[in-house]
């Protein structure tokens, strides 16, 4: 992380420690509990117990959904078309295998440049050029 991005990571949590903490003393004040204040602001005090991949919370009820979907079953096929349309798209008909090489970093940053230029992958400027290479031997 930069110093920059540091700096901002810090206020953004002292903003957020100073905002709980101005909060705090204010339902202590007032004499409220924590579940008075969620009522009055129209919050519900749900339980978070993680965020998907897509930054969805992951709260009470959607594992009660899920529970009750898995409960109700699942079609198999249908699972089995989602599994097969996710991933890399495939590069043709065959199995393909992975292989690495080693560049010199001017000619990896080159090769990035190029690939940032055609809007493509650095692995396809490699199997290009590979596939030229081989074909005027």
Do not use: C
Request: proline letters at 2%.
């Amino acid at each position: 992380m930069s110093r920059l991005g540091a700096v901002a990571a810090y206020d953004a949590a002292r903003i957020r420690f100073e905002l709980g903490d101005a909060v705090r003393q204010r339902r202590e004040e007032l004499g409220l509990t924590t579940g008075e204040v969620s009522e009055v602001a129209g919050s519900m005090n749900e339980n978070v117990y993680g965020h998907t991949k897509k930054g969805t919370p992951i709260t009470d009820a959607m594992v009660e959904e899920l529970a009750k979907e898995a409960e109700r079953g699942y079609d198999v096929e249908e699972l089995l078309a989602r599994r097969r349309s996710r991933g890399r798209p495939r590069l043709g008909k065959a199995a393909k295998t992975v292989g690495s090489v080693r560049l010199d970093p001017e000619l990896r940053e080159e090769t990035a440049r190029r690939a940032e230029a055609e809007g493509v992958s650095v692995s396809e400027i490699v199997r290009r050029a590979l596939r030229e290479y081989l074909r005027s031997a």
